[in-house]
């Protein structure tokens, strides 16, 4: 058995939600979740119920159903301590370094927001 299944929900015109979900743990998260029914319809197709959200930085287009699935899931809302005032609904905030637990797994945080993408 995996020991993390992924499943992609397209988002607008040109993202994905990524629904990770832990087994062994029943936990299940949503990075990056624009649109709220979308990702409702996902996770009932699959059966998982949402735990927490994942947000990479703070642009609505991976924000914008932060508030309208905490308030249906009670999940809770992770994302990075330097976008804190502008990640709506975040309770866990996470920076460069640290080690965020989901379920009984963990995942090292990289903060790549001042890396040059220039060559």
């Known amino acids: 058995m995996a020991i993390l299944e992924v499943?992609?929900?397209p988002m607008l015109r040109d993202n994905y939600v990524w629904l990770t979900h832990k087994v062994t743990a029943n936990v299940t998260a949503a990075?990056?979740?624009?649109v709220v029914e979308s990702v409702l319809d996902a996770l009932a197709e699959k059966g998982w119920s949402l735990t927490h959200?994942?947000?990479t930085h703070h642009h609505?287009?991976?924000?914008g159903g932060n508030i309208k699935?905490?308030?249906?899931?009670c999940c809770m809302i992770v994302g990075s301590r330097t976008d804190?005032?502008?990640?709506p609904g975040i309770?866990?905030?996470?920076g460069d370094g640290d080690v965020y637990a989901f379920g009984n797994a963990g995942?090292?945080?990289?903060?790549?927001?001042n890396v040059s993408l220039s060559h």
Do not use: M
């Not at 309770?91 to 996470?94: A, K, N, Q, Y």
């Not at 995942?107 to 927001?113: C, H, I, M």
């Open 91 to 94: 309770d866990v905030e996470i």
């Open 53 to 55: 959200i994942l947000n």
């Open 69 to 73: 699935l905490k308030d249906r899931t």
């Open 84 to 87: 804190r005032d502008r990640i």
């Open 7 to 9: 499943h992609s929900v």
């Open 60 to 63: 609505n287009d991976h924000t």
């Open 107 to 113: 995942a090292r945080v990289f903060d790549v927001s």
């Open 31 to 34: 990075v990056d979740p624009a």
